[in-house]
């Protein structure tokens, strides 16, 4: 699984102005790279990720997922690619707030057409591998933060995607389940998983291993595994 | 995605607003019983039009003389005499499909009992008349073949008649009609008003032939009532009547008839023409209350999606698709409909039997409101709820996620 950007923009016309967004970017990410998307706000890092993670297409450029050009898929087939391919990991949790947690976690694998029993014994097992396997009952409103966190995890897991996309997953945490939740993504990173963080606390970054800054719609820096490379 | 599943999210939608939906459902479920309270009332007056005019006689046909006219003048309808009491034998020989004849003369009498009297119809009639009018005899007999052929002096009254005149038991008493007395074999069953507001037991019934002869010193007749075997053969019935009546008379064919032959179907489709326009204005009247809560349905569903904006992009985030959110939320404003369909249909028919236990009108409930205003409930939550669920399902995933 292998994530290919090359030559991508994304240009937002605003009254008779365009502005863009993203302005050339050539990413290439391999499998298995434990990536952190940095840069101050306004920079494009966001619409960056929005496009990694097949939620928004850009306007020029092409995009390879595994071999594949989603640049220029439709709307549902990108909900596909995005059921089948991408876990997400929200600042804000974005759980459902009447279901249980075991619910919630279920629910990617509602849409990609499992049996109820089939998709409960899967959400029970990934509830398990977060530590919440006592408390898959409970509704989003009955968990701490870090709870919430990890059930959104194991919902990012539960269908299992080859790519996790983390945005600001500890922005809303305190230091100590900051920490755990760093810890769950850097055992799933030793697992082989291709994660990609959006964070703008350097502290968060470190735990990845190629630190990527955005600026300007633009990657101005990319530190891979150690080895310093200017792109400038 | 499964269509339980579906459905199993709606009710747990619905279930998480519960005073919303009952109130959305509240305008489904007075649409619902609404309509088929007001049919249920429609139904019962046609009903009852239609048994009041079945006890007039089903399939009748009424032969009258038409007007005579002497020396250029003309009189009224049913002055002419050539009716004749022979013209009803034929008809009864030689006309197929019929049950009865029964031929008649009437005209108004003051009768008199002691010092009691009264002004009533004096009909001249034959036995058949019993059965042609769908009357019983309460205490006592009817007039037989026997009083006919011997032109007896005996009579069966109407209970209006009987109260006015007697006391106690008027069977085995006198009558007299214009100075001579009458033995009242009978007393008729009380029949009550005609549909047309005519007292059906003001009237006393004596032998054609006494009549006739004894009474009013006619050789005509007024009128020959007949009751034809198949309503289908109405028709072709009245036209061979027509035809022998006109042969018997020696009309040439340029000439109009003497006579007519009416016949009581054409006053049953128009009361039925009538009552079934009553019957669709209270229904649609209903069906518009049903559109008004299709319309709640339709706006209440605006408010879930926007409510539920944040949801709706969650769920696309994990790879809803476009008819996934399109059916979540369609299920849910169907299921609006049916359930307040169903708690309509329930109410509706209690309402039915409600107003005619308490409210004195006759109900019918039939299989048809229930089942078009059901479909109709259910096609409202449909149709009200696809634009909503449109809504929902072309919101775009990122703009949704950022909602707050």
Redesign the interface.
Known sequence: MTIRLSGIKKIYQIGDQTVAALDGIDLHIKKGEFSALMGPSGSGKSTLM?IL?C??RPTVGSYQLDGEEVAKLG??EL??T???KIG?V?QNF???S??SAWENVA??L????VP?KERLEKAAYFLDAVGLGSRRDHQPNELSGGQRQRVAIA?ALV?DPRIIMADEPTGNLDTKSSKEIMEIFRKLHENGKTIILVTHEPEIATYASRQLLVRDGKITRDEGQGVVMDVV | ??FS?SIRIAI??LL?NKLRSILTMLGIIIGVGAVIAMVSIGMGVRQQVQTSIASLGSNMLIVSPGSSSSGGIRGAAGSNVKLKLDDSDAIKNKIKNIDYVSPTVSSSYQVVNGNQNWNTTVQGVTPEFLLIRSLTVASGSFITNQDLTSRNRVAVIGKTVASNLFSDNPVGQNVRINNTPYKIIGVLESKGQSSVGQDQDDIVIIPLTTGQERLMGITYVKSINIQVSDPEKMDQVQSEIETLLRQRHRIISEKDDDFSVRNLTSLMETMTQTTTMITLLLGSVAAISLLVGGIGIMNIMMVSVTERT??I????????????IMIQFLIESVVIGVIGGIIGIVFGCMAAMAISKFGGFTTVLTAAPIVLSFGFSVGIGLFFGIYPARKAALLD??DA?RYE
């Open positions: 929005n993670g939620l928004d709307d549902d909900a596909v995005r059921n089948k997400f929200f974005n759980l459902l009447r279901i629910l990617p509602v849409y990609a057409g109820k919902r269908n | 995605m499964l599943e747990t939608a998480a944040r949801e992009g969650i769920r696309k985030a994990l790879g809803a698709t476009f008819q996934n995933p990122i996620l």
